[in-house]
T-cell receptor, first 115, second 113 residues
Framework: NAGVMQNPRHLVRRRGQEARLRCSPM?????VYWYRQLPEEGLKFMVYLQKENIIDESGMPKERFSAEFPKEGPSILRIQQVVRGDSAAYFCASSPPTTGYNEQFFGPGTRLTVL | GEDVEQSLFLSVREGDSSVINCTYTDSSSTYLYWYKQEPGAGLQLLTYIFSNMDMKQDQRLTVLLNKKDKHLSLRIADTQTGDSAIYFCAESSYSGSARQLTFGSGTQLTVLP
């Protein structure tokens, strides 16, 4: 059973370009979470999705950021018109549908560098 | 809002015990977690504790929870060089559909030979 997969592992963009980050959850997991880790900091929650639904986007910046988790295919975190402050590691996690203990399995992350 | 705090650095000698501390503010926390992050890698769940427990032991790892003081600690016995990593404390609580984890800023553990 493959773990959570993210690609690309490293992404370089110039200011103003778009960044697309992909996350494939573990098999059988229908819940996906995106977190951002700025240098020297902990992970900050961005968004929680289930298939075709955004459940909690309280951590998403109001502009330029969007996320989706379609019925088929990976979850996508999209950042439009990137700025230098978007440089960070973006981690995806997945969990099975459960109402109790919430173990989130993390992917290796995508390290975004904005030049 | 929720806040989780940790000290930034800890150095120990190989073979000694390491104790990493964490404080949190959300009294409705249901589960508390310890994650390990090695350089360039994602987070690996080490252990977790349910909020109605005081202690949990798992091989070399011991988690202590003082719910009154909102203090969590992770003890690593017989620390090895392979334990060098960043350790994150995290908490989760459930309100409605909220399932997010709130992380501390991480403690960099350095194990000296």
């Amino acid at each position: 059973n493959a773990g959570v997969m993210q690609n690309p592992r490293h992404l370089v963009r110039r200011r103003g370009q778009e960044a697309r980050l992909r996350c494939s959850p573990m098999k059988g997991h229908s819940h996906v979470y995106w977190y951002r880790q700025l240098p020297e900091e902990g992970l900050k929650f961005m968004v929680y999705l289930q298939k075709e639904n955004i459940i909690d986007e309280s951590g998403m910046p109001k502009e330029r950021f969007s996320a989706e988790f379609p019925k088929e295919g990976p979850s996508i975190l999209r950042i439009q018109q990137v700025v230098r402050g978007d440089s960070a590691a973006y981690f995806c996690a997945s969990s099975p549908p459960t109402t109790g203990y919430n173990e989130q399995f993390f992917g290796p992350g995508t390290r975004l560098t904005v030049l | 809002g929720e806040d989780v705090e940790q000290s930034l650095f800890l150095s120990v000698r190989e073979g000694d015990s390491s104790v990493i501390n964490c404080t949190y503010t959300d009294s409705s926390s249901t589960y508390l977690y310890w994650y390990k992050q090695e350089p360039g890698a994602g987070l690996q769940l080490l252990t977790y504790i349910f909020s109605n427990m005081d202690m949990k032991q798992d091989q070399r790892l011991t988690v202590l929870l003082n719910k009154k003081d909102k203090h969590l600690s992770l003890r690593i016995a017989d620390t090895q060089t392979g334990d060098s990593a960043i350790y994150f404390c995290a908490e989760s609580s459930y309100s409605g559909s909220a399932r997010q984890l709130t992380f501390g800023s991480g403690t960099q553990l350095t194990v000296l030979p």
